[in-house]
């Protein structure tokens, strides 16, 4: 039972919830929906000594992975619920964390740098992705099928100031030890932009989701909006929908427009789309 404000949360799956605190706890509680729904504490995980800042779970692998201000990013055991490693050496807090669940490959962003982890603990690469006077707000892998255009692992990041960034994973000589490592190399980047003016939208990309049919990203700003990137051959469509009886925004009172495309400022934490 956690003591603190709650930070973070997760639902691995519809009967589960994992959340995480400022009081260094990760919880994990039993959904029990039947009159009505409730949440029962299963189990409190110790091992971090500070505020929890992310969580990401694989439902393939059945691990949970936490982050904290602390530095350090932890692998749980989801079946047994206990703790299995530490991924250590962050130069600062963990903030966003993303799991693959085709390969089991992890990623901890702390400040400007990205890592990629394997579901062993061992550290694939490290790699800066923007200036260190920056950090990097969230991150996603694209679970490719087996049957994709690319054999090349492809990791999204998202920015301050609009930007996301496309990552291929991949192996390179250097040059300066004649081995080869793994290595990111930037393959595309996208700012987003105002449809009204074709201006640049300047806020921050603090949330990414991939469709489940792999065809579309939507990117969520702290300003409140979300935008819906397609590939040219996807038949994805999604489209914004209001009630009726909804004439405006209940946050902030303003009424609709005509296209009914207002969002109101409010950060968005997470983007959560069931197709």
Known sequence: MHVGHISTVCFPDSCTLVTGGTDNLVCIWEVKDEKSTDFVLSECL????????????????????TGSEDKTAIIWDLNRKQY????IGHESGVQSIHINDTTGDIITCSGHILRVWTING?????????????????????????????NKDLIITGHKKGVVKFWFK???NDKSTGKYRWTLALAHQIHHKSRVNQSFDKSDIVCLYISNSKKT????????????????????????????????????????SVLGLYYCYISINAIIINI
């Open 170 to 172: 991949q192996i390179e």
């Open 217 to 256: 990203l939507f990117t969520g700003s702290n300003q409140g909006q979300v935008y819906a990137f397609v590939l040219p051959d996807t038949s994805d469509t999604y489209h914004l929908q209001r009630e009726d009886k909804y004439k405006e925004c209940m946050m902030c009172n303003r009424y609709f």
């Open 122 to 150: 061992d550290l694939y690469l490290t790699k800066s992705t923007c200036p260190s006077s920056e950090s990097i707000l969230s991150c996603i892998f694209y679970e490719r099928r087996m049957t994709e255009w690319s």
């Open 46 to 65: 110790k091992g971090h000594t500070s505020t929890i800042t992310s969580i990401a779970v694989s439902r393939s692998y059945r691990i949970l992975v």
């Open 84 to 87: 299995v490693r530490s991924l």
